[in-house]
């Protein structure tokens, strides 16, 4: 049997490692220490001696307090456990010192595990504050079978501490590299069921899903039914299953317009790693008041709406790119992006050319449009700290007229979780800035000065508080509450909710409301939101 995959840190705590299957025990759990080494322990004073000697030699570890071995002999390989740790003790050179005698040594925490030369016998002899390893030969010389026996066990403890070395990577976030060293493990031996599952983690959490999935189904012909492996691919064929989305939301801003607001949209797998994602967004607005582009002041009870569509490429090195098709009534755009994805952290920057805008109230009506250069990154710096920045420059227009408004953003977020077991709790600190330098005025019919995109500097400084747990096994929630204090405007709390039940494996329904302020708009209003979602995967 496959040993269960292990878990990933941001959604458990370190538990004891897997398995390496029949025969391996001894072995597997010296090497499994390997992974407590990141673990500070109050060292111990230890003694070590490794000393060659005419047709003998002698290996030796003490404490300067009592402790309590145990030894254990499988093949070539003599275990050495101990009641205390080994602390900072120098066993690397142990190999070279008792060359011819000592093939290898592994160590971790407590444990000591020997590789004898071929044909070394090994005498132990306990104290109370340690032990004595004396080595002799055999008197009769290995035969070529034995060799050949000896050279394969050799093989096998090798790939054996290669697994648990990329294991101990995967659990340090070295994700990367663990990827590269199993790779080479399966390039020796194909039919190795234990690395091929490991490396089905270690491609799902690179983003290389479909990769994943190859390797899950590999691990699934040489185990069939296995538990941990049937969940994780099944876990992974939901979250990027093709699927169609449907939202519906009202949204109400104080004292101005009221939208409901209608989005279809999904993600079609083409093959060849390439995938179409698309979404139509209609929007009926009303409001009894608005800005008209040549400066009227008027009523507006009407629709508009908007379609994107783009298609987007994984690349072998852990790269995607998204080019992107827009269309609105008199407003016709292209867009690129390109991700660069890390162990830890990943990178976007891309630029759009005529992208519909329906940040203000005046691009709804009157056809708005942006042109954006932008740049992301995101870092997870640790199990519980987690890091974003952004940055970009935009111009604002309507139908016809692009250069309306220009500015720049810079958006950030610190998030730390409180508690990643159980409800999944994290604070955050937000900033969303967008400083205006320039923006257009002009002069109604009777003379007027009006401003026909009222585009207005904001820098929002936020502390959230969010909380998310699932209530049974198909039903979740989420809940944000938080506080916007913006040093160029008004500011004032803010809030959402949202509850997600999954009453099939293709069938997703939401509901969501939330309460913030229009910062983006200069009003400052209140704005009020609430809707639904369907989601169906097939």
């Known amino acids: 049997m496959v040993p269960c995959i292990p878990p990933h840190p941001s959604h458990a705590s370190h538990g004891p490692l897997p398995s390496p299957g029949a025969g391996e025990g001894a072995i597997g759990l010296v090497l499994a220490f390997l992974l407590l080494l990141a673990t500070p322990a109050q060292a111990q004073p230890v003694r070590v001696e490794a000393v060659r000697e005419a047709g003998t030699a002698r290996f030796a570890l003490h404490w300067s307090g009592t402790v ?7 093949g070539r390989e003599l275990v050495l456990r101990f009641s205390r740790p080994l602390g900072d003790v120098p066993l690397d050179r142990v190999p070279e010192r008792l ?42 010389a290995p035969s070529r079978e034995a060799q050949a026996a000896n050279r394969a066990a050799d ?21 990367r590299p663990a990827r590269t060293l199993l790779r080479d493990l399966l390039a020796q031996d194909p039919k190795d069921a234990q690395s091929t599952a490991l490396l089905a983690q270690a491609e799902e959490r690179l983003g290389r899903w479909r990769d994943a999935i190859m390797a899950y189904d590999t691990a699934l012909e040489l185990t069939p039914d296995e538990p ?65 582009e040549d400066g009227r002041l008027e009523p507006f009870h009407g629709a508009r709406s908007r379609l994107e569509a783009a298609l987007v490429h994984d690349w072998p090195e852990l790269e995607r790119s998204a080019l992107a098709l827009y269309a609105a009534p008199q407003t016709l755009g292209a867009g690129y992006s390109h991700l660069w994805r890390g ?29 954006r250069l932008f740049v992301q990154h995101e870092n997870r710096l640790s199990d519980r700290w987690a890091l974003s920045l952004g940055a970009g420059y935009n111009r604002y227009g309507l139908s016809g007229e692009a250069g309306l408004a220009r500015s ?51 820098e929002v400084h936020a502390l959230q508080l969010n909380v998310e747990d699932y209530l049974t096994d198909y039903v979740r929630y ?61």
């Open 68 to 74: 309590t071995t145990e030894t254990q002999r499988d």
């Open 99 to 140: 060359e011819s005698w000592v093939d290898n040594i592994l160590y971790g925490y407590d444990s000591v595990v020997l590789v004898l030369g071929p044909g070394v016998e090994a005498a132990v002899a306990t104290d109370p504050a340690g032990l004595s390893v004396a080595l002799t030969r055999s008197a009769a």
């Open 155 to 175: 093989r096998a403890a090798q790939r054996r501490l290669d697994y648990f070395r990329a294991l101990a990577l995967m659990e340090g976030g070295d994700v």
């Open 228 to 292: 941990s492996l049937v969940r994780g691919k099944a876990l992974l064929l939901h979250e990027t299953a093709d699927r169609s989305r449907l939202d519906l939301d009202w949204q109400k801003v104080r004292g101005a317009d009221m939208q409901r607001i209608a989005r279809f949209s999904g993600v079609q797998e083409l093959g060849r790693s390439t995938s179409l994602t698309w979404a139509l967004e209609r929007r009926e607005v009303d409001v009894d008041s608005t800005r008209r």
């Open 343 to 371: 162990d830890e952290s990943e990178t976007r920057a891309g630029f759009a050319w005529s992208e519909p805008s329906f940040a203000f109230l005046e691009g709804i009506v009157d056809g708005g449009r942006r042109d």
């Open 408 to 458: 720049a953003t810079l958006e950030g977020s610190l998030r730390y979780t409180l508690n990643a077991v159980g409800p999944l709790a994290s604070v955050a600190y937000v900033l969303d800035a967008e400083y205006v330098a320039h923006r257009e005025e002009r002069q109604d019919a009777n003379g007027q000065p009006y401003i026909p995109l009222p585009a207005a500097t904001r």
């Open 478 to 538: 989420a809940a944000q509450l938080g506080y916007a204090y913006d040093r160029r405007g008004r500011s004032g709390p803010q809030g959402a909710i949202s509850l997600g039940w999954e009453p099939a494996d293709n069938l997703e329904l939401g509901f969501r409301a939330s309460h913030a302020r229009s910062t983006a708009r200069g009003t400052a209003s209140a704005v009020n939101s609430a809707g639904l979602t369907l989601v169906w995967r097939y």
